[in-house]
């Protein structure tokens, strides 16, 4: 497992702005008095004495040759213009893109979340962040995928672009996030036994729930990725987006994973957008708005272990995307070298001073990200009022589930519930139309999210750079 954290402060960069003053000197005072005698001059009334004639100036008889003057070598700049990391690392900016009736939702799959991913894709390569898919060297930024539905209605839907089921305009999905597979799956023949039993149990619990009738395994109890392919509806292909910021440090060959789910619910019937400015637009601008700040600190050499960025598609159909990136390793990011995982989702609302995490295992006890949290708040100039951990029902609901199954330790991050002390209820625009950026800027002018990026930096850098205890493994411990 991930070892314990020593404290790993980070520069804090401030921007300052300079006001100009006119301001009027006692010269510009003296110009607008009226000229008196005691200026050095004659009452108005007086006559001016006679100015007494020169004699007249000598012939010119010839002037010099022009010449010349001598070029002076061009001034050289101090220093590189850097890149423009102020801007850059503002989570509202990405946020309004991503947000935009242009991206028509980000439904998985969709034109909208392609547009996305070439989006971030053309970010983090302006940072110097590798694409790490080997196993797609076509374009190793990207790990595409095929999503399924066992309902024929949702795969009507899907192809026509609309938000389906439970998604619809009156749809009733209104508690957070999704379990594994629950309104979506992919299917391969590499898929795990385990994953493979999951499906088989979500589609008797999906058909039932139905009413439709239940086609029985050929042999055994449970049916075979080619049976389950029979009874299911192709709806297209989706996509993780993902980039890699080497380590400098002894530990690069172990990464801190950092995500994001970049997909929304796509759009109604009538092709009006769920734009999801908050659920998920906001955590995946604040990946995109951390890329700066860590590409400078791996330049400085202070970042000991690997940072992998994904943005995942299809967590609204059920955590697809961040199962079949565990489900698939990709050489050198395996599941052995992963030593801790960050989940942003939905952390733009309420006010700036709270948040809610979830950083406990799967039996409930705190894991290390514990302490990183609580320390990575205190180095922040103005800290959290408040770190709720009120949100534990929510562990198996997010993306880092995909990880914690498999023993992973797993901080999820999150805007909170309504009650600022604790507990409550979801925002009500929580898979709503009204999803939009001008719901965060009336909650807290675009600070929330900002702040929860500045946290999540100090999180991964303490991450990155913490030190083995004696007596502790080196890596993180799988089952």
């Given at each position: 497992?991930?070892?314990?954290?020593?404290?790993?402060?980070?520069?804090?960069?401030?921007?300052s702005?300079?006001?100009?003053?006119?301001?009027?000197?006692?010269?510009?005072?003296?110009?607008?008095?009226?000229?008196?005698?005691?200026?050095?001059?004659e009452?108005?009334?007086?006559?001016?004495?006679?100015?007494?004639?020169?004699?007249?100036?000598?012939?010119?008889l010839?002037?010099?040759?022009?010449?010349?003057?001598?070029?002076?070598?061009?001034?050289?700049p101090?220093q590189?213009?850097?890149?423009?990391?102020?801007?850059?690392?503002?989570?509202?900016k990405?946020?309004?893109?991503?947000?935009?009736?242009?991206?028509?939702?980000?439904?998985?799959?969709?034109?909208?979340?392609e547009?996305?991913?070439?989006y971030?894709?053309?970010?983090?390569?302006?940072?110097?962040?590798?694409?790490?898919?080997?196993?797609?060297?076509?374009?190793p930024?990207?790990?595409?995928?095929?999503?399924f539905?066992f309902?024929?209605?949702?795969?009507?839907?899907?192809?026509?672009?609309?938000?389906?089921?439970?998604?619809?305009?009156?749809?009733?999905?209104?508690?957070?996030?999704?379990?594994?597979?629950?309104?979506?799956?992919?299917?391969?023949?590499?898929m795990?036994?385990?994953?493979?039993?999951?499906?088989n149990r979500?589609?008797?619990?999906?058909?039932?729930?139905?009413?439709?009738?239940?086609?029985?395994?050929?042999?055994?109890?449970?049916?075979?990725?080619?049976?389950?392919?029979?009874?299911?509806?192709?709806?297209?292909?989706?996509?993780?987006?993902?980039?890699?910021?080497?380590?400098?440090?002894?530990?690069?060959?172990?990464?801190?994973?950092?995500?994001?789910?970049?997909?929304?619910?796509?759009?109604?019937?009538?092709?009006?957008?769920?734009?999801?400015?908050?659920?998920?637009?906001?955590?995946?601008?604040?990946?995109?708005?951390?890329?700066?700040?860590?590409?400078?600190?791996?330049?400085?050499?202070?970042?000991?272990?690997s940072?992998?960025?994904i943005?995942?598609?299809?967590?609204?159909?059920?955590?697809?995307?961040?199962?079949?990136?565990?489900?698939?390793?990709?050489?050198?990011?395996?599941?052995?070298?992963?030593?801790?995982?960050?989940?942003?989702?939905?952390?733009g609302?309420?006010?700036?001073?709270?948040?809610s995490?979830?950083?406990?295992?799967?039996?409930?006890?705190?894991?290390?990200?514990?302490?990183?949290?609580?320390?990575?708040?205190?180095?922040?100039?103005?800290?959290?009022?408040?770190?709720?951990?009120?949100?534990?029902?929510?562990?198996?609901?997010?993306?880092?589930?995909?990880?914690?199954?498999?023993?992973?330790?797993?901080l999820?991050?999150?805007?909170?519930?309504?009650n600022?002390?604790?507990?409550?209820?979801?925002?009500?625009?929580?898979?709503?139309?009204?999803?939009?950026?001008?719901?965060?800027?009336?909650?807290?002018?675009?600070e929330?999210?900002?702040?929860?990026?500045?946290?999540?930096?100090?999180?991964?850098?303490?991450?990155?750079?913490?030190?083995?205890?004696?007596?502790?493994?080196?890596?993180?411990?799988?089952?």
């Amino acid at each position: 497992m991930a070892t314990k954290i020593p404290d790993s402060p980070r520069p804090l960069a401030s921007v300052s702005r300079l006001s100009s003053q006119d301001a009027r000197g006692p010269q510009t005072q003296a110009k607008n008095r009226p000229i008196t005698f005691k200026d050095g001059f004659e009452p108005s009334g007086a006559r001016p004495p006679a100015t007494p004639r020169l004699p007249a100036p000598p012939p010119v008889l010839s002037l010099p040759a022009p010449t010349t003057p001598t070029p002076l070598p061009p001034t050289e700049p101090s220093q590189p213009t850097p890149p423009p990391v102020a801007s850059d690392s503002d989570p509202m900016k990405y946020i309004e893109y991503l947000a935009s009736d242009e991206l028509k939702g980000r439904d998985s799959p969709s034109e909208g979340l392609e547009l996305a991913s070439v989006y971030v894709q053309d970010h983090v390569k302006k940072y110097g962040l590798v694409g790490p898919n080997s196993n797609n060297p076509e374009n190793p930024f990207q790990q595409k995928f095929n999503v399924f539905s066992f309902l024929g209605a949702q795969a009507e839907g899907a192809t026509h672009g609309a938000a389906h089921g439970a998604h619809g305009e009156h749809g009733t999905h209104k508690e957070f996030g999704h379990t594994m597979f629950q309104e979506g799956f992919y299917l391969d023949d590499k898929m795990p036994k385990d994953t493979l039993a999951l499906l088989n149990r979500q589609y008797e619990s999906t058909m039932k729930a139905s009413g439709q009738p239940l086609v029985p395994a050929r042999a055994g109890t449970q049916r075979s990725v080619e049976e389950l392919r029979q009874v299911a509806t192709a709806t297209g292909q989706a996509v993780n987006t993902m980039a890699l910021l080497p380590g400098t440090g002894p530990h690069k060959d172990e990464v801190i994973v950092v995500m994001a789910h970049l997909d929304h619910v796509g759009v109604d019937r009538k092709g009006n957008a769920f734009n999801g400015a908050d659920d998920n637009a906001s955590g995946s601008a604040v990946l995109m708005a951390a890329v700066p700040e860590l590409a400078e600190a791996q330049k400085r050499g202070e970042l000991d272990r690997s940072i992998l960025f994904i943005w995942t598609g299809a967590e609204e159909k059920g955590l697809v995307g961040s199962q079949y990136f565990v489900d698939h390793p990709i050489p050198g990011l395996e599941l052995k070298n992963i030593a801790g995982v960050i989940n942003t989702d939905m952390v733009g609302r309420w006010d700036d001073q709270r948040l809610s995490v979830v950083d406990t295992n799967t039996r409930g006890q705190p894991n290390y990200f514990r302490d990183v949290v609580d320390q990575a708040n205190q180095q922040l100039t103005d800290p959290f009022d408040r770190i709720n951990r009120d949100i534990n029902t929510y562990r198996d609901r997010q993306d880092g589930a995909s990880f914690g199954r498999k023993g992973e330790d797993v901080l999820f991050l999150f805007e909170g519930l309504s009650n600022p002390n604790g507990g409550g209820d979801l925002i009500p625009e929580y898979h709503r139309q009204d999803d939009d950026i001008d719901k965060i800027i009336k909650d807290n002018g675009g600070e929330k999210p900002r702040r929860v990026k500045d946290l999540m930096v100090n999180v991964i850098n303490i991450a990155a750079n913490r030190t083995t205890v004696p007596g502790e493994p080196t890596g993180p411990a799988k089952p």
